[in-house]
């Protein structure tokens, strides 16, 4: 498994959104790129994640951030999640490969049958995983996880980015 390191150039991500294809080579954010990695439909923690980024999408376009929410899911469950989460603010990707969770570093897991609300784990899907990246395509932050819990508060987030960008603050972690 790779492990991103900060002020580094990341891997290349070009991958299918419910708009069109996205590649984030293309991204020019004033301030970040944010890409949020959720798990799939039938991750429940994944649907309150996204209501909260889903409300708070305008805030976060005025900082300068553009966001992409992720999973590994097909093209019809990520429709779903669109639709029956009512997402209409966001940018929803679907069919992230292994080999793209692995050069970002994310972890894979093994479905194991109907969820808690009754809805088929895919055979694998990636678990979740936050990036925020400069215009530059270099990593500012990020936060991986092997479970759907304790993820990133979205008004946490945004307050850091405006404290980074109104102070210059500078990426951490860089000596992995």
């Known amino acids: 498994m790779t492990v991103l390191k900060t002020r580094t150039k990341t891997p290349e991500l070009n991958i299918e959104t419910l708009s069109g294809p996205w590649s984030l080579a293309e ?3 004033t301030n ?13 923690l994944c649907k309150t994640y996204l209501a909260e980024l889903n ?4 805030e ?3 900082a300068g951030v553009s ?5 590994s899911d097909n093209q019809e469950r990520a ?9 209409p603010n966001l940018t929803l990707g679907y069919g992230l490969t292994p080999e793209q969770s692995q050069a970002w570093g994310l ?13 088929e784990e895919p055979a694998e899907f990636t678990e979740p995983g936050l990036f925020l990246l400069r215009a530059d395509g ?12 304790a993820r990133p508060h979205f008004k946490e987030v945004l307050g850091a980015i405006n404290f980074v960008v109104a102070n210059d603050y500078p990426a951490r972690g860089e000596l992995i």
């Open 27 to 29: 991204q020019n954010p």
């Open 55 to 58: 409300r708070m999408s305008a």
């Open 138 to 149: 270099t990593l500012y932050w990020s936060n991986i996880s092997t479970m759907p819990f």
């Open 32 to 44: 970040f790129t944010m890409i949020v990695v959720y798990r799939g439909l039938h991750c429940p």
């Open 60 to 62: 976060f376009a005025e």
């Open 67 to 71: 966001v992409l929410a992720l999973s």
């Open 107 to 119: 972890h894979r897991s093994a479905g194991r049958g109907l969820t808690s609300i009754g809805i």
């Open 79 to 87: 429709q779903t999640a669109m639709d029956e989460w009512k997402l």
